[in-house]
């Protein structure tokens, strides 16, 4: 693995079926993020995590938890998708907070 | 009124002309400003940070930032069909994982 990869590549899911969106990181980065990305609206911060073990909310959190039990992992979770969450979900890192943040390849969700 | 601004374009150049792409900021706070260029279907890739008022050069790209104005530029001189692409602002304050994005401007480079 090199950088950061993110899983599924893509899916279509159900109105209020469960679904985790996987990101690993192999760079050691303390921190990472996880971005929505809709056309005319740029990317938005769903939830944040500054080292293992913490994690935060960003500006819509709403729907969506994540964890973060280790340096390289975090998951995201739709407890029960919407089709107001049909995105494209972004998975990023940085050294530390406030750094340049290195971005995943994305999963692009259909929610019906 | 957003909190990173860009024209969202499209802006198309010639080959070999210059672009010019920009950004204005809200949060008078900010203290790092980033680029990003994002192909279609792709995600985004970082080309160039700034943090110091003033010009940084790399390569074709030279980043600007003025922060009395809250104004951050990128030009890309000598501008190549490749760099048809999205371009991203992003800025932030230090030590703060509450990193805002511009939509993006949209760059054609036409042959």
């Known amino acids: 693995i090199a950088g950061i990869t993110q899983a599924p590549t893509s899916q279509i899911l159900a109105a209020g079926r469960r679904m985790t969106l996987r990101c690993t990181q192999d760079?050691?980065?303390?921190?990472m993020y996880w971005y929505r990305q809709d056309l005319g609206l740029g990317l938005r911060l769903i939830h944040y995590?500054?080292?293992?073990?913490?994690?935060g909310k960003g500006e819509v959190p709403d729907g969506y938890s994540v964890s973060r039990a280790n340096t390289d992992d975090f998951p995201l979770t739709l407890a029960s998708a919407v089709p107001s969450q049909t995105s494209v979900y972004l998975c990023?890192?940085?050294?530390?907070?406030?750094?340049?943040?290195?971005f995943g390849p994305g999963t692009r969700l259909l929610v019906l | 009124q957003k909190e990173v601004e860009q024209n969202s374009g499209p802006l198309s150049v010639p080959e070999g002309a210059i672009a010019s792409l920009n950004c204005t900021y809200s949060?008078?706070?900010?203290?790092?400003f980033f680029w990003y260029r994002q192909y279609s279907g792709k995600s985004p890739e970082l080309i160039m940070s700034?943090?110091?008022?003033g010009d940084k050069e790399d390569g074709r790209f030279t980043a600007q930032l003025n922060k009395a104005s809250q104004y951050v530029s990128l030009l890309i001189r000598d501008s190549q069909p490749s760099d048809s692409a999205t371009y991203l602002c992003?800025?932030?304050?230090?030590?703060?994982?509450?990193?805002?994005f511009g939509a993006g401007t949209r760059l054609t480079v036409k042959p």
């Open positions: 995590s500054n080292t293992a073990g913490t994690t």
């Open positions: 700034i943090y110091s008022n």
């Open positions: 990023a890192s940085s050294d530390q907070v406030g750094e340049t943040q290195y």
């Open positions: 760079m050691r980065h303390n921190a």
């Open positions: 992003a800025v932030s304050r230090m030590n703060n994982n509450d990193m805002r």
């Open positions: 949060d008078r706070g900010s203290q790092s």
